[in-house]
Nanobody, 124 residues
Framework: QVQLVESGGGLVQAGGSLRLSCAASGLTFSRYAMGWFRQAPGKEREFVATVNWSGGSTSYADSVKGRFTIFRDNSKNMVYLQMNSLKPEDTAVYYC?????????????????WGQGTQVTVSS
């Protein structure tokens, strides 16, 4: 079965950096667009970043543009989220997701598979 497993979360001070990783198995990874979403306590899940099947096209939420970078390695079935200049408002559980649409996908609806999430906490 399809599995997406996130890692790399943790506690970091404001201004710091983290790199999240998502390991995919049970699917032909290069046929899927990948995305990162996050959910803070008491808030709805929100889009963070997406990358198309090849890695050649990306899109970001305005709140993270210029600070976060999404990239993938199809040879390793991995997608990453490099997060720099972290802010307390970035605190959330971060989820990776896979979509068969292959192109960049900014809404949650078209994603077929989801990971369990990894906690990111940014202290002020």
């Amino acid at each position: 079965q399809v599995q997406l497993v996130e890692s790399g979360g943790g506690l970091v001070q404001a201004g710091g950096s983290l790199r999240l990783s998502c390991a995919a198995s049970g699917l032909t990874f290069s046929r899927y667009a990948m995305g990162w979403f996050r959910q803070a306590p008491g808030k709805e899940r929100e889009f963070v970043a997406t990358v198309n099947w090849s890695g050649g096209s990306t899109s970001y939420a305005d709140s993270v543009k210029g600070r976060f970078t999404i990239f993938r390695d199809n040879s390793k079935n991995m997608v990453y989220l490099q997060m720099n200049s972290l802010k307390p408002e970035d605190t959330a559980v971060y989820y990776c997701a896979a979509s068969t649409l292959r192109t960049i996908v900014t809404g949650a609806g078209p994603y077929d598979y989801w990971g369990q999430g990894t906690q990111v906490t940014v202290s002020s």
